[in-house]
């Protein structure tokens, strides 16, 4: 079956570090990839996609997302974090044979940005 | 409406009990999609709607879980017979036609089995 693995379950970092969050796929087919970010008492909100094209994929506040697709991998990247980065981040995927578009979802990763 | 609304925004239920989380999409949507997040995990996927129809209803736990969409808009997810392992956050997107993306989530539904 189809899933997504988010290694890092707690990250913790100061201002203005570099964030690296990793995100492992399973599916060998064509996927469709997603990073949403869940800030406190908020929905979830898409921070960036990946369906085809460049695989370094640019999205909203400054993240952005490569596709690897030897390694099944789309990490989540962040040259300087700001604290209003805290909140939780979750990797997902769709895709498969008869793709309806359902979302398979990683476990999330909490991160806490230090002032 | 602008979004997708939730409704009831907090539910508290005995166990054994019957409950119905409701769920308005966007207008035009005709994708609509159910998932559960239990604390500390991500969303998991219950059932999909293309139009009235439940085209995907494979993330659906047990048969005390069912979920309608009689006109293509607003659904409706029933639990039967809660127990204390239902409570979680009942999560709803929809999406202009699924498959590709695109999907917009509603603030969700936290349900709590006492």
């Known amino acids: 079956a189809q899933s997504v693995s988010q290694h890092n379950h707690h990250v913790i970092l100061s201002e203005a570090a570099s964030l690296e969050l990793g995100c492992n796929y399973s599916y060998g087919g064509t996927v469709n990839l997603f990073w949403y970010v869940q800030y406190p008492g908020q929905h979830l909100q898409l921070l960036l996609k990946y369906f085809s094209g460049d695989p370094l994929v640019k999205g909203i506040k400054g993240f952005e997302a490569e596709f690897i697709k030897s390694k099944f991998s789309f990490n989540l990247r962040k040259p300087s974090v700001q604290w209003s980065d805290t909140a939780e981040y979750f990797c997902?995927?769709?895709?498969?044979?008869?793709?309806?578009?359902?979302?398979?979802f990683g476990q999330g990763t909490t991160l806490q940005v230090k002032p | 409406g602008a979004g997708v609304s939730q409704t009831p925004s907090n539910k508290v239920t005995e166990k054994g009990k019957y409950v119905e989380l409701r769920c308005d999409p966007i207008s035009g949507h005709t994708a609509l999609y159910w998932y559960r997040q239990s604390l500390g995990q991500g969303p998991e996927f219950l059932i999909y709607?293309?139009?009235?129809?439940?085209?995907?209803d494979s993330g659906l736990p047990n048969d005390r879980f069912f979920a309608v969409r009689p006109e293509g808009s607003v659904s409706t997810l029933k639990i039967q017979r809660t127990e204390r392992g239902d409570s979680a956050v009942y999560l709803c997107a929809s999406s202009p036609s699924g498959g590709t993306g695109g999907y917009t989530f509603g603030s969700g539904t936290r349900l709590t089995v006492v």
């Open positions: 997902a995927s769709t895709g498969g044979s008869g793709n309806t578009g359902k979302l398979i």
């Open positions: 709607f293309q139009g009235t129809g439940a085209a995907d």
